[in-house]
């Protein structure tokens, strides 16, 4: 049974770009949730995606948007990128409000 | 507003030491909270969840225990090990917040041989 997996692991981009971040779940679970990780920071919440709606934010401007498909998996996508988006990209698969699992995640370096 | 707090923010031992990593929270009106490890550049590993209405979880070298009335968790590690190094992070879920995570900032642990 694979974990969490997320892609792509490394990403590159310049200020003003836009970036799109996705996300499969652990096997059975129906939750996603997305976290943001400064250098030597907690991971900080995004946004958590059930039923292919947005269920919970946390306070990210509306340039960070979010969409799960059918097969719960997920996507994060950041436009009008700032210097201050670098950080690690962590997504998070739950069934309901139990145990967690976390992705790799993706490094973002904008430039 | 839920803040948590972790000391000591790092924490050097020899090999062999018994050691405990302190989690503290300002709201007890808590779902759960889970410890993760978190090895440098890598995502997180859950290491042990404690639901509300229990008071410790065991697994192996280490233990959690949780006392909601203080606003307290701690995580005992058991004769340490080169390979526990990594940054320790404790995560709070709350009732009214869906199954958002609320972290504290994490103790990175180092264990020399």
């Known amino acids: 049974d694979a974990g969490v997996t997320q892609s792509p692991t490394h990403l590159i981009k310049t200020r003003g770009q836009q970036v799109t971040l996705r996300c499969s779940p652990k096997s059975g679970h129906d939750t996603v949730s997305w976290y943001q990780q400064a250098l030597g920071q907690g991971p900080q919440f995004i946004f958590q995606y059930y039923e292919e709606e947005e269920r919970q934010r946390g306070n990210f401007p509306d340039r960070f948007s979010g969409h799960q498909f059918p097969n719960y998996s997920s996507e994060l996508n950041v436009n009008a990128l700032l210097l201050g988006d670098s950080a690690l990209y962590l997504c998070?698969?739950?069934?309901?409000?139990?145990?967690?699992?976390f992705g790799p995640g993706t490094r973002l370096l904008v430039l | 507003k839920q803040e948590v707090t972790q000391i000591p923010a790092a924490l050097s031992v020899p090999e062999g030491e018994n050691l405990v990593l302190n989690c503290s929270f300002t709201d007890s009106a808590i779902y759960n909270l889970q410890w993760f490890r978190q090895d440098p550049g890598k995502g997180l590993t859950s290491l042990l969840l404690?639901?509300?209405?229990?008071r410790e979880q065991t697994s192996g070298r280490l233990n959690a225990s949780l006392d909601k009335s203080s606003g307290r968790s701690t995580l005992y590690i058991a004769a340490s090990q080169p390979g526990d190094s990594a940054t320790y992070l404790c995560a709070v879920c709350h009732y009214n917040q869906g199954g958002k995570l609320i972290f504290g900032q994490g103790t990175e642990l180092s264990v020399k041989p």
């Open positions: 404690i639901q509300s209405s229990q």
């Open positions: 998070a698969s739950s069934w309901n409000y139990e145990t967690q699992y």
